[in-house]
């Protein structure tokens, strides 16, 4: 099995003392770019003034980092086949790692076991995640329902009782 590992392909980017103003200044202007229809492809200068064209598509996406670089947040960057540790995927999911193997073990996410060690899809994980967020947003959708049918809501209306 080849692993391409996240810790190996992904990049943590923090931004560095001392150059926020630098990053504010790409974030305005890349959003000085973003309501008008360019005439040229975007590209990025390089110091010695060598242009390289990218993707219109990578104009947000680099405008979402420099936001969050600007903001004080780190930012990682991993390609989605990127196959993770049970603990680099609890640590994605905000889980602990017996819980992430409790979730493996029930078939909830795909996962390969080459030898003794399971290893994750970064892309299994959001579509996992993506899963677990409309089954939790269904589940409220129905609870919200269910106290509107009993007058819950009604019930507690106005002031609460003075327990004195």
Do not use: C, W
């Not at 905000?94 to 290893?119: C, D, F, N, Q």
């Amino acid at each position: 099995m080849t692993r391409t590992s996240a810790t190996v392909d992904s990049r943590t980017y923090m931004p560095d003392q001392g150059h926020e103003a630098e990053i504010v200044d790409f974030v305005a202007a890349l959003e000085r770019t973003g309501g008008q229809a360019l005439e040229r492809r975007p590209a990025i200068v390089s110091a010695d003034g060598t242009q390289h064209e990218i993707p219109e598509a990578m104009v947000e996406v680099l405008r979402q980092v420099a936001t969050a670089l600007s903001a004080g947040m780190g930012v990682n960057i991993a390609p989605l086949n990127a196959m993770l540790t049970t603990q680099e995927a609890a640590d994605f999911l905000g889980v602990s790692r017996p819980t992430l193997v409790r979730i493996l073990e029930r078939g909830e996410i795909p996962m390969e076991k080459p030898a003794r060690h399971r290893y994750v899809r970064l892309s299994d994980l959001l579509a996992y995640q993506r899963r677990s967020r409309a089954e939790r947003l269904h589940a409220l959708e129905e609870m919200v329902e269910a106290s509107e049918e009993v007058g819950l809501y009604e019930a507690t209306d106005g002031l609460p009782p003075t327990l004195r």
